[in-house]
């Protein structure tokens, strides 16, 4: 009776779709946040090529300041362009998870299941079952697997992701935004250039800007290095937590699955 009772709430389980929706929901979230790490690291991607390439605000006089920023931001460029291609990786694993999720809870994979526990109880209750019932045990624990194993390995995912990654990964991603709006505001900083119908006054003016600014270039560009550096730390930091996200967790959830299948299969053949 307990085994029948079992065997009955799986099928129901298997038709509410009640853990397919948990876990499409925290996958998806997990899916957005994947995205727009992505749309982040190639937007900083972008403005470090500009800012490599073009005379930014950190050179009043033009004078080798574009080479000394391109050396630092250079190891940030690399790094960035590598992360990027795991991101985007990342976010094709996370929807083959949410797409493989879906087929199998589609309603013919629900109709084989109810089907396989319907011979197994009929076989359960039927006098001398012994070993049909032994078959229609591991056709049913088989069927159960394929139903149920890519929405385990979906909920564990979002479990841990909710639980540990989340909040990682949020931090560091604001820390991505921020350097890039940091290095777009250096460009935008370029002081704008005087025209030959400029006064006295302005050219002072301009004459006494540009040497604040040279005074405080050696700042300015400790500044930057602190800003890569910030940046080449928090991306290392995603591409543990993508590692951990999209490769660790899902191969562990699945290897514990198959792992309880086997075991289940070694108890059925017990006598």
């Known amino acids: ?68 920023a391109g050396e630092i ?66 056709g049913l624990a088989l069927m159960l697997l394929m139903r149920f194993l890519f929405t385990v390995v979906s909920l564990s995912v979002g479990w841990v992701d909710a639980w540990v990654l989340e909040a990682r990964q949020q931090t560091a991603l604001q820390e991505l935004t921020q350097a890039r709006d940091d290095l777009e505001a250096l460009q935008d900083d370029t002081p704008p250039p005087l025209t030959t119908d400029s006064s006295l006054k302005e050219r002072f003016e301009a004459f006494l800007d540009e040497s604040r600014q040279l005074l405080d270039l050696e700042a300015q560009l ?18 543990v937590l993508f590692v951990v996200q999209t490769l660790l967790v899902p191969i562990g959830a699945f290897w514990l699955a198959l792992g309880a299948f086997r075991g289940f299969l070694s108890w059925a053949r017990s006598p």
């Open 1 to 68: 009776m307990l085994i029948s009772a079992l065997v009955i709430a799986l099928v129901a389980l298997s038709w509410s779709g009640l853990l397919e929706r948990s876990a499409e929901g925290r996958l998806d979230a997990v899916l957005q946040r994947a995205l727009v790490t992505f749309a982040v690291a190639r937007g900083l991607n972008g403005v470090i090529s500009v800012a490599q390439g073009t005379e930014i605000a950190l050179q009043p006089v033009g004078i080798g300041l574009t080479i000394t």
């Open 73 to 138: 931001l250079d190891p940030l460029n690399d790094l960035v362009e590598r992360f990027s291609w795991l991101a985007m990786v990342a976010s094709a694993s996370l929807g083959t998870q949410m797409l493989l999720t879906e087929i199998a809870s589609e309603p013919l994979v629900n109709w084989a299941v109810s089907a396989v526990a319907g011979v197994f109880l009929l076989l359960l209750w039927w006098p001398g079952r012994s070993r049909a019932a032994a078959w229609a045990v591991r």
């Open 222 to 239: 400790d500044a930057l290095q602190a800003r890569t550096e910030s940046a080449i730390d928090q991306l290392l930091q995603l591409i």
